[in-house]
């Protein structure tokens, strides 16, 4: 989101000079992170690359447009300071690099903001400052301490933010250059933005897709509108994109050159977190795994059989937020099952109903017994059980068996229309 008070009335687009510029710049100061052929290939339909920002000292790609702009005016930033709000990825960046350069750093962070993460910005050296429910409260006490102190605010609709993320886009260009697509996960639309001007000046027939959280649809509404629209913030599992609109400077340059703009569903986010733990061995946060959520999704038909990379742009998740998103993607892919059953009330009622499951080769996760409020027969108690399977599959064996046993037995579970499910090989 911009400071439209800082900005000129004409949105600034950005150009490819810039983003080479860029390079030079930051050559020194970012970590080039490799371009990998994805794990989860073998079982799709697609041909699939990470770029793995998330390997980044901070853990995100926010790392290269900070850097650019700290290096490109460090002696102005050096004299007034730098205050920046955010809810994460450009907090860390800032107080790293600021850190690094000599270059006094505040950071405005939310109060929802986990615990950790203002104690490592505050372990690197910056100055922290909790204000707000939101990262639009936190940008404008940004605003309200530049009028006051002068102090830079830094946002990733800064242009030269904007030149040092495309920067991204320059290294899967030259890391694959037979790259076919590149989808990038959008906030406020600079990484998008950017990527796009790199990707387009170096491979003009690369497709470049934008994936956010459908919750927070603010690039697709402003796509839509054809302007920047505001649109109301909701807790999900993609944090760090949710920026409430998209920036002017982003818009202007992706505007009319964006070749398709994709709504991820949260449940998919979920579903690509755990893929990227058990099959590629990474850390990634929900924002981060946007874009290989679009293609599980099943958003992206088109791409079967091409090249489509994926930026993971960041890896900032805190270890409770780790376990929640881990536990609800085990939900909607069906490796954890809930359900109520009504066993006999004796001996062997439990007994019997802990063999069905352990001969189904499913593991007991939980079990807990209920009479008190059960309604039917009186010889008979009601037991809410999760159990965990290997895989989808497992799952719909194991409900088909339980039912064969125990008629009664109701499940709680999520289904998925057919056209939303990808072909696992």
Same mark, same amino acid.
């Given at each position: 989101?911009?400071?439209?008070?800082?900005?000129?009335?004409?949105?600034?687009?950005?150009?490819?000079?810039?983003?080479?510029?860029?390079?030079?710049?930051?050559?020194?100061?970012?970590?080039?992170?490799?371009?990998?052929?994805?794990?989860?290939?073998?079982?799709?339909?697609?041909?699939?690359?990470?770029?793995?920002?998330? &390997?980044?000292? %901070?853990?995100?790609?926010?790392?290269?447009?900070?850097?650019?702009?700290?290096?490109?005016?460090?002696?102005?930033?050096?004299?007034?300071?730098?205050?920046?709000?955010?809810?994460?990825?450009?907090?860390?960046?800032?107080?790293?690099?600021?850190?690094?350069?000599?270059?006094?750093?505040?950071?405005? &962070?939310?109060?929802? +903001?986990?615990?950790?993460?203002?104690?490592?910005?505050?372990?690197?050296?910056?100055?922290?400052?909790?204000?707000?429910?939101?990262?639009?409260?936190?940008?404008?006490?940004?605003?309200?301490?530049?009028?006051?102190?002068?102090?830079?605010?830094?946002?990733?609709?800064?242009?030269?933010?904007?030149?040092?993320?495309?920067?991204?886009?320059?290294?899967?260009?030259?890391?694959?250059?037979?790259?076919?697509?590149?989808?990038?996960?959008?906030?406020?639309?600079?990484? &998008?933005?950017?990527?796009?001007?790199?990707?387009?000046?170096?491979?003009?027939?690369?497709?470049?897709?934008?994936?956010?959280?459908?919750?927070?649809?603010?690039?697709?509404?402003?796509?839509?509108?054809?302007?920047?629209?505001?649109?109301?913030?909701?807790?999900?599992?993609?944090?760090?994109?949710?920026?409430?609109?998209?920036?002017?400077?982003?818009?202007?340059?992706?505007?009319?050159?964006?070749?398709?703009?994709?709504?991820?569903?949260?449940?998919?986010?979920?579903?690509?977190?755990?893929?990227?733990?058990?099959?590629?061995?990474?850390?990634?946060?929900?924002?981060?795994?946007?874009?290989?959520?679009?293609?599980?999704?099943?958003?992206?038909?088109?791409?079967?059989?091409?090249?489509?990379?994926?930026?993971?742009?960041?890896?900032?998740?805190?270890?409770?937020?780790?376990?929640?998103?881990?536990?609800?993607?085990?939900?909607?892919?069906?490796?954890?099952?809930?359900?109520?059953?009504?066993?006999?009330?004796?001996?062997?009622?439990?007994?019997?109903?802990?063999?069905?499951?352990?001969?189904?080769?499913?593991?007991?996760?939980?079990?807990?017994?209920?009479?008190?409020?059960?309604?039917?027969?009186?010889?008979? %108690?009601?037991?809410?059980?999760?159990?965990?399977?290997?895989?989808?599959?497992?799952? %719909? +064996?194991?409900?088909?068996?339980?039912?064969?046993?125990?008629?009664?037995?109701?499940?709680?579970?999520?289904?998925?229309?057919?056209?939303?499910?990808?072909?696992?090989?």
């Amino acid at each position: 989101m911009g400071d439209q008070e800082l900005m000129s009335e004409k949105p600034h687009i950005l150009s490819f000079n810039e983003i080479k510029q860029a390079v030079e710049r930051i050559e020194d100061g970012i970590i080039h992170t490799p371009l990998c052929e994805a794990k989860i290939s073998k079982y799709m339909d697609y041909d699939i690359y990470l770029k793995c920002e998330n &390997l980044q000292y %901070t853990g995100s790609c926010a790392e290269r447009g900070i850097r650019n702009a700290l290096v490109a005016r460090g002696d102005e930033m050096m004299d007034r300071g730098v205050i920046v709000p955010s809810t994460g990825n450009m907090a860390l960046g800032a107080s790293y690099h600021g850190g690094a350069l000599g270059i006094p750093v505040i950071v405005a &962070l939310p109060d929802c +903001s986990p615990p950790v993460l203002a104690q490592r910005c505050s372990e690197l050296g910056a100055d922290v400052v909790l204000c707000g429910d939101t990262f639009d409260d936190a940008y404008n006490y940004a605003k309200k301490v530049h009028r006051d102190t002068k102090q830079i605010i830094l946002s990733s609709d800064e242009p030269l933010i904007m030149a040092g993320l495309g920067t991204v886009g320059v290294e899967i260009i030259t890391q694959l250059p037979e790259a076919d697509a590149v989808i990038v996960p959008v906030s406020a639309g600079g990484l &998008l933005a950017s990527v796009l001007v790199a990707c387009k000046k170096l491979k003009c027939s690369c497709l470049v897709y934008g994936a956010e959280c459908a919750k927070v649809p603010k690039m697709m509404k402003a796509l839509q509108a054809g302007r920047p629209m505001s649109v109301p913030v909701v807790p999900n599992l993609a944090q760090g994109l949710n920026a409430s609109i998209v920036g002017a400077n982003a818009f202007a340059t992706l505007k009319g050159r964006l070749d398709r703009m994709l709504l991820v569903d949260e449940t998919y986010i979920a579903r690509a977190t755990i893929n990227m733990l058990e099959r590629e061995r990474l850390v990634a946060d929900g924002a981060g795994v946007c874009s290989l959520a679009a293609v599980m999704q099943g958003l992206v038909p088109e791409l079967r059989g091409k090249r489509a990379v994926c930026v993971i742009s960041g890896g900032n998740i805190d270890s409770g937020r780790l376990a929640r998103t881990i536990q609800r993607g085990l939900g909607a892919s069906g490796r954890l099952l809930r359900f109520a059953v009504a066993v006999p009330d004796h001996r062997g009622g439990l007994e019997h109903l802990a063999k069905t499951i352990s001969d189904e080769h499913a593991v007991l996760k939980s079990l807990v017994t209920e009479q008190m409020w059960v309604h039917s027969d009186v010889g008979a %108690t009601w037991a809410n059980v999760v159990v965990e399977t290997a895989n989808e599959e497992h799952a %719909t +064996s194991f409900k088909d068996r339980l039912r064969e046993l125990y008629p009664s037995a109701r499940f709680a579970v999520i289904d998925y229309d057919d056209k939303h499910k990808i072909g696992l090989r």
